[in-house]
């Protein structure tokens, strides 16, 4: 198993432009999510999805939009990428939305280190 | 008051040494605990896990609940270098609720 991966590693982008972080997981995990990752924020939830067809808002949303059209994937667009949006950003999955338990470890993929200038 | 307070570090300690790490809280109502150990430029991985009070060993790690005083702890024994990471806190309400993260405290063991 590859487990989760997130494509590109690094990425710069220009105030206004518009990308998409690619996260896919081979685990058929039900659930998963996105992260940011800030210094002296901690990671913070942006969206997540409990399924293919459902997604739902996290603690961050605005400025990014995210669709699951099969399990495997969950691709997190930034329509138009702000200085702010710099951060480095992690994809999680589990087996089913009960991440706090032995059986439902949320694995993370290795992150995408984004600037925006 | 922030939900989840943790201390950024960074904690320098030398090899063998007990490595005690901390968090506190403000919300009674988280019930679930959690480690992870996070790699430079790597993804979090969960370490452990406790439920409500009390303690749970894993090795060389044991996690602490005390929830009378909202704090949890991590002590590692026997420190290794290869321990050196950033350690971040996690706490849950329930099991179906969204996980809140603390900063994470970085950790370095001197060879």
């Known amino acids: 198993n590859a487990g989760v991966t997130q494509t590109p590693k690094f990425q710069v982008l220009k105030t206004g432009q518009s990308m998409t972080l690619q996260c896919a997981q081979d685990?058929?995990?039900?659930?998963m999510s996105w992260y940011r990752q800030d210094p002296g924020m901690g990671l913070r939830l942006i969206h997540y999805?409990?399924?293919?067809?459902?997604?739902d808002q996290g603690e961050v949303p605005n400025g990014y939009n995210v669709s699951r059209s099969t399990t495997e994937d969950f691709p997190l667009r930034l329509l138009s990428a702000a200085p702010s949006q710099t951060s480095v950003y992690f994809c999680a999955s589990s087996y089913s939305r009960g991440l706090a338990g032995s059986t439902d470890t949320q694995y993370f993929g290795p992150g995408t280190r984004l600037t925006v200038l | 008051q922030k939900e989840v307070e943790q201390d950024p570090g960074p904690l320098s300690v030398p090899e063998g040494a007990i490595v005690s790490l901390n968090c506190t809280y403000s919300?009674?109502?988280?019930?679930?605990f959690m480690w992870y150990r996070q790699y430079s430029r790597k993804g979090p991985e969960l370490l452990m896990y406790?439920?409500?009070?009390g303690n749970k060993e894993d090795g060389r790690f044991t996690a602490q609940v005390d929830k009378s005083s909202k704090y949890i702890s991590l002590f590692i024994r026997d420190s290794q270098p290869s321990d050196s990471a950033t350690y971040l806190c996690?706490?849950?309400?329930?099991?179906?609720?969204?996980?809140?993260f603390g900063k994470g405290t970085r950790l370095h063991i001197l060879p």
């Open positions: 685990m058929n995990h039900e659930y």
């Open positions: 406790t439920y409500s009070s």
């Open positions: 999805s409990v399924g293919a067809g459902i997604t």
């Open positions: 919300n009674s109502a988280f019930q679930y």
């Open positions: 996690a706490m849950s309400q329930n099991r179906d609720d969204k996980i809140i």
